[in-house]
């Protein structure tokens, strides 16, 4: 499906931008510099046109135009993805989509536990618009706010509260989707059970923008809250950390809302570079935990679970020390931690990066292999894995050796991806499970996926995109 792009002359260049109006169509080389690179500064694009449709209308009238005249199509929406996926190629022959103007909350609906809303809306705006119903939107990320729901959506997000509520998708009730042929299928529905035939939403959640824009959705609330927990505890491995994970599922059930794994090195270049943060415990330890506790009881039954938890643990042999935030600022302090851990690696060089999972309880294993295989490839590198060992997914990161050059450690990216995801297919892993395919990994795919599964994805975008205009060149 690969496709040459069509010279893009004035002609056509003002046809598209007569759609949105002059103001929303970027030309200029410094209004379409921020569209043009990704957070990871890996991949840089260029194009001749960002265009910032301000309505479902427009959205469709772009990609009919781009239909008609074979024109690639880049949907963007906060640009916060970490693979690649939201970035034009760098030929100059792709449209850049901009959704970030489609940013109405239409409605809350508490009795309904749902929300509409449209694509360009900010994740923490529609936190906000939740909370402020009495409602929990479960999706929560580093990038909360400035990443887009029509780009969580895209990618199938992740985040800290996969272990309590599951990915992106499963928050997904209803979407609106504008097809490649610039047709509009309106699926904003609010039903929780529908059996009617094959389930168009779920090909276009994760799907990356290649089979149709998502320009509105339908997201399922939940009860808020009325009492959190946060704790931090120091540990001595891996393996020590799951056996809290255990306790901790059984004492808290459904309760249990977070459970994050952090290395002492990323609490070092943390308290190193980040103002005002420093270690909560008494003493350093190899590995932390952060873990919290959502209770719909209230404050005091957060708490006393946390110390139910934490009391198990150490008479159990798991936890060597630890502390309970005592207050919304403390709690607030060790997030912060956690969330910060992505951004301080580029303060220490270059960082070769994985979004890997494994079955859990093999957490450990595939820890101690990694950490053993990049070492040796690499001497004096600086492994770096942290994440949500609650549902196996782990950011397998790997910081530069302090003495070398950060060009010539990235140069070694392809080999230690190879040595890492060597060892995740061993013990029966993904080497995405977060972050989606993009650029980054698109050539990976035929590694981990059959034949058939290739062949099938293949037939589902020749389907919905048969000239091959939307993002080409991403997953496929």
């Known amino acids: 499906m690969d496709m040459k792009p069509p010279q893009l002359d004035a002609d056509l260049t003002e046809r598209f931008a007569a759609i949105v109006g002059a103001g929303q169509a970027l030309s200029d080389s410094a209004s379409i510099a921020p569209f ?19 309505s479902v209308d427009e959205v469709a009238s772009i990609l009919k135009l781009a239909s008609e005249t074979g024109t690639p199509i880049v949907p963007q929406g906060g640009n916060t993805g970490l693979v690649g996926g939201q970035v034009p190629d760098a030929a100059g022959g792709q449209i850049v989509l901009s ?18 809303l449209e694509a360009g809306v900010v994740l923490a705006d529609a936190q906000a618009a939740a909370a402020a119903a009495d409602r929990l939107f479960p999706v929560s990320l580093a990038s909360e706010g400035s990443c887009q729901i029509g780009g969580i959506l895209s990618t199938n997000a992740g985040g800290t509260s996969v272990l309590a509520y599951g990915n992106t998708r499963e928050q997904v009730l209803g979407i609106e989707v504008v097809m490649a042929s610039g047709e509009v299928w309106n699926g904003l529905r609010k039903l929780r059970k529908d059996n009617t035939g ?5 090909l276009f959640v994760g799907a990356e923008g290649t089979l149709g824009v998502i320009t509105a959705a339908v997201l399922r609330l939940v009860s808020k809250p ?5 704790a931090i505890v120091g540990l001595a491995t891996p393996a020590a950390a799951l056996g809290l994970l255990e306790i901790a599922v059984r004492v808290a059930g459904g309760s249990l809302t977070a459970f994050e794994l952090m290395p002492r090195i990323g609490i070092e270049v943390v308290t190193r570079h980040v103002p005002g943060s420093r270690d909560p415990l008494t003493s350093p330890h190899p590995w932390y ?3 919290e506790i959502s209770s719909l009881r209230s404050e005091a039954d957060a708490e006393t679970t946390v110390e139910t938890v934490f009391g198990e643990a150490v008479a159990g042999g798991f936890v060597d020390d630890g502390v309970q935030a005592r207050s919304l600022q403390q709690a607030q302090e060790f997030w912060r931690l956690r969330h910060a851990l992505s951004e ?3 303060v220490e060089g270059g960082s070769i990066k994985h979004d890997v999972a494994v079955p859990r309880a093999l957490v450990p294993e595939f820890i101690e292999r990694a950490n053993a295989a990049v070492t040796a490839f690499v001497p004096g590198c600086r492994p770096f894995p942290f994440g949500h060992l609650g549902d196996g997914n782990i950011h397998y990161n790997v910081s530069q050796p302090v003495d070398m050059n950060r060009t010539e450690f990235l140069d070694q990216w392809d080999d230690v991806n190879a040595l890492v995801y060597e060892i995740v297919g061993e013990l029966g892993g993904t080497i995405s499970a977060e972050h989606g395919i993009g650029r980054l990994k698109r050539d990976l795919l035929a590694e981990v996926k059959s034949p058939l599964e290739i ?13 091959g205009i939307l993002n080409p060149g991403k997953i496929l």
């Open 344 to 346: 301080v690696q580029k």
């Open 289 to 291: 935990v952060l873990f």
């Open 226 to 230: 009325r009492g959190q927990s946060v």
């Open 36 to 54: 043009l690179v990704e957070p990871r500064d890996k991949f840089h694009g260029a194009t001749p046109l960002v265009l910032r449709p301000g």
């Open 455 to 467: 062949d099938l994805m293949r037939r589902v975008k020749a389907v919905f995109d048969p000239d």
């Open 198 to 202: 094959y389930d168009l939403r779920d």
């Open 99 to 116: 959704l970030s103007r489609l940013n109405r909350i239409h409605s809350v609906e508490p009795r309904e536990n749902a929300m509409t």
